[in-house]
Every structure is written in C-alpha cells, then in structure tokens.
C-alpha cells in the first residue's frame, strides 16, 4: 500500500507534465487555424466584391474551395448571396450558385448551409403565360401585391408558352420548399389568382438541379382574376 500511492502521485505528474503542454498547444493550434479561417474570408469577400471581373470569379472558386472544406459559415454564405442578387454585375450570382451547388455535390453540409442561406433572399418565381393579357395580368398582380408581400419574391423571368393546362399552377422544385410554395400561392390567392399548388421533385429529374427557394408558375385556361378584368374572385382570408 505504502508503495502504490507515491507510484499513483507520479503517474498523476507525469500525466499532467504532458497534457498542460499539449493542451496549451491544441488551444494554439485551433487560435491559428481560427485565424487562418478568418483571413481565407476576409480575403474571398474582398475579392468577390473587388471591381476587377476576373477578381470576381476568382473569389467565387475560392468560396467554392472553402465551402467543400466546411470553412463557410451560414452567415457569411446569406451575406454574399444578398450582394450578388443585388450587384450590377448579373453574371455574379449565377455563378455563386453554381460553386454553392458544386461544393454540395462533394459535401452534403453545404446543401443545408445553401438553403437556409436561400430562405433569407426573396423565393425567386419564373412566371409562364401563354397570352398577352396573361402577361399583363401577372404585372398587374405583382404591383397589386402588399409591399410586405412583394418584397419576399423576385421574378427575373415571365416567358411565352403554348401547353394544354386548363389550371393555373405553381410547381414547386424542392420537398423542403413546400410550405413556401404554399404560402406564395395565398398571396396569389388574396388577388384572385388561383394557384394549384404541384410538387415536382419527384416527377421531373431536372428539379435535382435547380437552387432551393426557387418556384414556377403557369397560366393555364382557368379565369383570370378581376383584378386583370377576368372573373376569378380574390380568396378572403381570415
């Protein structure tokens, strides 16, 4: 008994003898890489906002680069998300969705960090009439929208389609957009516009490769609403 107990003690010495120096270490060797991180951001921000074009896309490869290697927090991926959607430069954001969508292909994290840094940005609604009074409906709607309301979507697109729909139809691209898709199609629906609402993501394969937070919609031959000179009443809501 008398000999275990010193032979204890110095197990206990030699034990903290080591660990006090690799913990100081580990502390050291997590401050520099936090640093290093840092800089990697501060210096991919500098360059996706840089004047310089080719600047540009070299920032935009560089967040690709630390986005696969889970150096990007959600923040800073809403961040230069809302400065692309609002540059000048209309090749930006395009571009940074395809490096988000790259890096997600290699790892799986960065799909989440994608769309909950998309769930900050307006949805981004691609509207498909077949008529020019269908056209004009859809303008008419979006300035008939509160200002609440029309803040929350973005259309960078209305097209000219021929197709046999006798609905209108809002498709939604991603299962996890649902709920949103949903609650654009009440919007609509105050004004007149009946929407039905259709979940694409298993019907069509291309959906795979379209960002979340993205939704379509197609005028069909039902009425349009009187807000447009058609017969559709708006929904009351509660």
Known sequence: MSTSRPMRDIMVQVLATVMIPLTVAGTGLYYTRWQQNLSDLKTMIDLVSD??????????????YLLKN?????????????????????????L???????????????????RKALERLPSRLFVHVMTDQ???CIST?????????????SVPLIAQVNWDGKQHELRVLKDSDMERGQGIANMFG??????????LTTIWDGAKKVRPNTFE??????????????TAQPVKTQ
Do not use: H
């Open 190 to 199: 105050t004004l007149g516009l009946d929407l039905k609402v259709v979940n």
């Open 217 to 230: 919609v197609w005028f069909g031959d039902a009425p349009l609403p009187t807000v447009c000179g058609g």
């Open 51 to 64: 004047e310089n074009s080719e600047k540009r896309k070299f920032g935009v490869a560089m967040l690709e």
């Open 134 to 136: 269908q056209r004009a």
């Open 141 to 153: 709607m979006l300035l008939s929208l509160k200002d609440a309301d029309r803040t929350q979507i």
């Open 70 to 94: 889970d150096k990007v927090p959600v923040e800073f991926v809403a961040a230069q998300l809302d400065y692309a959607n609002s540059s000048s430069d209309k090749q930006l954001l395009p």
């Open 96 to 114: 940074m969705e395809s490096a988000l969508m790259k890096a997600a292909d290699e790892n799986p994290a960065v799909a989440e960090t994608f």
